[in-house]
């Protein structure tokens, strides 16, 4: 018979910056970083050969300003988008969630609804200081605190992130 791994997490406001933070910063920019840079490299590579080879000035500088609005767009989701993932959280959270994580995945439950999160839809997991950060997609991901977590479910996201 298998043991009740059902617990309360805690969910302070560093905790959730924190995780946040890791989603952005080390899940998406790690997955999609190189992307970006690649092209911004290609796209300003390109307008400075059509501007060598004489392109019309005009449609360059609006595609050079569409570029630059682009990188500045994507640096201010790297700095701001956390802080916004982490209020959201914080003001939606409910503070009778229970969690338990198990061979089958994540069951939380809360005062109106409830979640049953599988293994396979899990993407990535990531272990942080304080949590375990499980990502579903580039827009969702789920919190496992460690504080309060029984061991025997720390050791199965363990070896799950060994699994890859």
Not at 66 to 83: E, M, T
Not at 94 to 123: C, F, M, N, T, Y
Request: hydrophobic fraction near 50%.
């Amino acid at each position: 018979m298998e043991a009740d791994t059902t617990f309360n997490p805690i969910f302070s406001p560093e905790l959730v910056q924190d995780a946040s933070r890791a989603f952005v910063r080390r899940y998406l920019a790690g997955r999609y970083g190189a992307l970006l840079a690649g092209s911004t490299v290609v796209n300003v590579a390109g307008i400075a050969l059509a501007y060598w080879l004489g392109a019309d000035t005009v449609p360059l500088a609006v595609f050079g300003v569409l570029v630059a609005l682009c990188v500045a767009y994507f640096v201010s989701f790297y700095i701001l988008r956390p802080a916004r993932l982490a209020a959201r959280m914080l003001r939606t959270h409910d503070p009778k969630l229970s969690l338990r994580v198990d061979a089958q995945g994540i069951l939380a439950q809360g005062e109106k609804q409830q979640a049953h999160i599988e293994w396979p839809s899990v993407k990535s997991i990531l272990e942080l200081h304080h949590c375990f950060l499980l990502v579903l997609s580039s827009v969702t991901f789920v919190i496992v605190p460690k504080v309060g977590l029984p061991a025997e479910s720390a050791d199965l996201l363990r070896r799950r992130i060994a699994k890859g």
